[in-house]
C-alpha cells in the first residue's frame, strides 16, 4: 500500500480555446470522495486527493461539458458505491465503468446498469492482480446481458504479446484508456500500437484520447510528442474516438494539467470541427447510450 497523497489537480481550470459543442462528453474521470460509501482498499498502489462532486460539477460547468463517465479507481477495488452513488444523482447526463469480480453474476451486471453503469474495466498496471484469463470470462458475462456494455482495459499495448488475437476473441467491444497507455517514444510502428490501428480498422475497439500526460517524454504542455499517435488513431477510425480529462489526474508526479488546456490539445489534434463534434458528442453516446 501506498500512502503517499497524490497531487490535488488544479483547481483553476482556463477557458477552452474553442467553443465546446453542446452535449460534450468527458469520458474519463473518477470521484475520490471520503465521505463516500466506499472505502480504499488496503492494498492500493496509490492515496488519492480529494476530489468531490461538486468539485466534479464545477469543473465540468467552466469547461462547459455537459456529459460524463466516472470510471471506478483502483483504490476502491470492486466497491462501485461512491462511483455509482454519484451517477444515480444524474442519470441523463452521468454514465459509469465499473470494477467487477472474474466470476461476477449477470444479475449483479444489470442491476448495475440500471444505476447507469454501461461498461467494467480492468486494470492492468499499477500492481494490479488481473490476469489475461480474466478477460474472456469478464467479457463473455458483459455479453451475456445484451445491455451493450463494454470492458475497458488499462494495459501498455506494447507489453501484450498478442494484443489483436487477445481482442479480437473476445465477445464485446473494448476501450483501451489514455492511447493505449503506451509511451510514445516506442513509436507509431511498436507491433503493439500497430495491432491497436488494426483493431480500429475493423471496428473492434475505442480508444480515449485521455492521459496525453501519462505517455509523453515533455514535462508538461503542449505533448506535441503525442500528435503523432494523435494523428494516427484519427487516420484509422475517428468513429472510433472518445476524449477524457483523466480528472483528478491520479498518480501522476509530473507537471500537474490544466484541463482546460487538455482541451486545446485535443483541438490541435482534431482541427476540423466536425470531427471533434463526434469525438466529444456523437461517439461518446453511442459508446455509452447516452440517448437510450
Not at 474521470?29 to 464545477?58: K, M, W
Not at 469547461?63 to 461512491?82: A, K
Not at 447526463?93 to 444505476?115: F, G, I, W
Request: net charge negative.
Amino acid at each position: 500500500m501506498s500512502t503517499a497523497v497524490c497531487e490535488a489537480p488544479d483547481r483553476y481550470p482556463q477557458k477552452p480555446g474553442f467553443a465546446l459543442p453542446a452535449l460534450s462528453t468527458d469520458c474519463h474521470t473518477h470521484i475520490f470522495n471520503p465521505d463516500g460509501a466506499s472505502g480504499l482498499d488496503a492494498n492500493r498502489s496509490y492515496s488519492p486527493s480529494v476530489a468531490t462532486e461538486t468539485q466534479f460539477n464545477e469543473l465540468h460547468k467552466a469547461l462547459g461539458i455537459e456529459r460524463s463517465v466516472i470510471v471506478q479507481p483502483s483504490v476502491y477495488g470492486i466497491d462501485n458505491r461512491t462511483t455509482l452513488d454519484v451517477v444515480a444523482r444524474s442519470p441523463e447526463s452521468l454514465r459509469a465503468v465499473v470494477v467487477v469480480e472474474q466470476n461476477v453474476k449477470p444479475a449483479t451486471l444489470v442491476a448495475m446498469h440500471d444505476q447507469g453503469a454501461r461498461g467494467a474495466r480492468i486494470n492492468m498496471l499499477f500492481g494490479s492482480s488481473a490476469v489475461y484469463d480474466n478477460l474472456s470470462t469478464v467479457a463473455r458475462t458483459l455479453g451475456s446481458i445484451d445491455r451493450g456494455w463494454h470492458l475497458q482495459l488499462l494495459t501498455d499495448v506494447s507489453e501484450l504479446d498478442d494484443l489483436y488475437g487477445l481482442v479480437s476473441a473476445l465477445e464485446v467491444d473494448v476501450v483501451f484508456d489514455h492511447f493505449g497507455h503506451m509511451p510514445v517514444h516506442r513509436g507509431v510502428n511498436n507491433p503493439g500500437f500497430q495491432a491497436l490501428l488494426r483493431l480500429l480498422d475493423e471496428g473492434r475497439c475505442w480508444v480515449k484520447l485521455s492521459g496525453a500526460y501519462r505517455v509523453t517524454g515533455a514535462s508538461q504542455i503542449p505533448y506535441t510528442d503525442v500528435d503523432c499517435l494523435a494523428q494516427e488513431l484519427l487516420s484509422h477510425n475517428p468513429e472510433r474516438l472518445v476524449w477524457g480529462s483523466d480528472w483528478p489526474h491520479p498518480q501522476f508526479d509530473g507537471v500537474m494539467p490544466n484541463d482546460g488546456a487538455l482541451l486545446d490539445e485535443l483541438a490541435r489534434w482534431v482541427p476540423d470541427s466536425a470531427t471533434r463534434e463526434k469525438i466529444l458528442v456523437s461517439n461518446p453516446a453511442r459508446l455509452y447510450g447516452f440517448d437510450q
